[in-house]
């Protein structure tokens, strides 16, 4: 019997992918060593973490404002903004009913503190030209010339207004915008009596943290209004910019307090606005990211910050790891004994990507805050099973080429390419079932998703720079091409045993 052997060019160079997916390695290892990331963040469910309720505040004869609606829309801004920080698997709820109904906010380990204390606040911002200034102090003024235009009241309050006190910096985020108003900066020296709002800020459409190197490391954060904020902020700047001192200032504030009050010197029409306020790197970063999504349509009063416990613990955590570890343990003993010496491929695959993927979880804990739940390593255990089925079809495909007649080495690049549509086929269907729970769940689902979609990804990268250039350098080894018998690839394993016939 004659057989017919097609030579198939080998594609690619192995030893240089190889040298490549190593330089990978080594260049994860460095970076996780120079960001300090030595150990994989915890979710709730593992590690615990802290935990705030946040009680709606209620004026008198306001309580018809905190309506499911209003706590719904809070808990979604709410959410918004713990996600722009990067923590990740933080859960946000509401509680209870009516107007009893409460946000609860769980952010994963021991420093949610920033977190906690951020999402709360109620982001307020609005921009009111300066009607007078005075500097804080203790002791009342009486005799203060009084502003034209400005009722009593507020004159009044304005003269008696001490922002030395704790109670006159907490801000309220609930004054009317429609109204005079007389307030405190924030550092607690300077009071104003400002004119109605103007622009609000509901009418930015991006906001970002951004230093001033040319100011002293100053940093500030960039506002960008929509349409409707350009135009009523271009009138605005417009029209104070000939008027004398303090007129021509606009104040911007921040939850009832002021944050800077600049001078406008020109008219600014392009829609564009720095805030400035000797803030350091977190506040001008926390600040860009409470505007972004708009305030919250209540105000809160924050409860005790709590550290809480994990809800299933290191049982749970060991059991998981137990779980894939048998896994991967599973899948070599049969990849072994089912293809043998070829099985080594697949160890060495497997062991591969669970390097790439410990070393991804660890930095991307330190980059976007990601933390590893129970859910997050089931997704990584249904990978193995993904990893292991490109390995299958791989190696099938390479067996059914030898039953052809086919060398070794043309069995690996020709059973490469049937192999490999097949593989990347089945990995796009898991990314893209990944993605789609990402972006459509909530909580431990989307942890789940992330780790599968991760780890599918790795699978990937495993098989094309690692997998199939290794099986071509074995190829090229007598111990394999021969058909030894441990080889996995010897007649008898691969089906190609002559037949015997009877005469």
Not at 58 to 78: F, H, M, Y
């Amino acid at each position: 019997m004659s057989t017919t052997t097609k030579s198939v060019k080998t594609t690619g160079r192995p030893a240089r992918l190889l040298a490549i997916l190593g330089l990978i390695l080594i260049a994860l290892v460095a970076a996780a060593l120079i960001q300090g990331a030595t150990v994989i963040r915890l979710g709730l469910d593992l590690r615990g973490g802290t935990s705030v309720t946040l009680q709606p505040r209620i004026a008198p004869g306001e309580s018809g404002k905190v309506t499911n609606e209003a706590i719904d829309q809070a808990v979604s801004i709410i959410r918004q903004r713990v996600n722009s920080l990067g923590v990740a698997e933080s859960e946000v709820t509401a509680q209870g009913s009516g107007t009893n109904r409460q946000i609860v906010i769980s952010v994963p380990g021991d420093t949610g503190r920033r977190v906690v204390e951020l999402v709360g606040q109620t982001a307020e911002l609005r921009f009111r030209q300066v009607l007078a200034s005075a500097a804080s102090t203790a002791t009342p003024d009486p005799a203060a010339t009084a502003v034209t235009g400005v009722s009593e009241i507020v004159n009044a309050k304005f003269a008696a207004l001490d922002c030395m006190k704790l109670e006159n910096l907490q801000g309220t985020g609930s004054d009317a915008p429609s109204e005079i108003i007389a307030v405190c900066d924030r550092g607690g020296s300077t009071k104003y009596i400002l004119a109605p709002a103007e622009v609000l800020g509901r009418q930015i459409s991006k906001a970002s943290a951004g230093l001033d190197t040319q100011a002293g490391s100053n940093w500030y954060v960039s506002l960008t209004f929509n349409g409707e904020g350009t135009t009523a902020f271009g009138a605005l700047t417009t029209r104070v910019t000939s008027l004398n001192s303090p007129l021509n200032q606009v104040a911007i504030v921040l939850d009832g307090l002021v944050v800077s009050s600049p001078r406008i010197n020109e008219p600014i029409p392009s829609g564009n606005a720095q805030i400035t306020g000797s803030f350091t790197q977190l506040e001008a970063q926390d600040l860009a990211n409470v505007l972004k999504y708009g305030a919250l349509p209540l105000a809160f009063d924050r409860g005790e910050v709590q550290q809480i416990s994990p809800t299933l613990g290191a049982d749970q955590l060991d059991a998981g790891l137990i779980a894939g570890g048998l896994g991967l343990l599973l899948v070599f003993l049969y990849s072994l004994l089912y293809y043998r010496g070829l099985g080594l491929v697949t160890v060495g695959s497997l062991l591969i990507a669970t390097a790439l993927v410990y070393l991804l979880f660890l930095l991307l804990g330190e980059w976007i805050g990601f933390t590893l739940t129970l859910a997050g390593i089931a997704g990584a255990i249904v990978a193995i099973g993904v990893t292991a089925d490109s390995f299958i079809i791989y190696f099938e495909r390479i067996r059914d080429e030898l039953r052809e007649g086919k060398s070794l080495r043309t069995a690996a690049e020709s059973g490469w390419l049937r192999a490999r549509r097949t593989i990347i086929v089945a990995d796009s269907v898991s990314i893209i079932a990944s993605v789609l729970l990402y972006f459509f769940a909530v909580g431990g689902v989307r942890g789940f998703a992330f780790a599968l979609g991760l780890t599918t990804l790795v699978d990937l990268v495993v098989v094309f720079a690692f997998t199939k250039p290794l099986v071509t350098i074995l190829a090229r080894l007598n111990f394999y091409s021969s058909g030894h018998p441990f080889s996995g690839l010897s007649a008898k394993s691969t089906g190609t045993l002559p037949v015997i016939k009877e005469a």
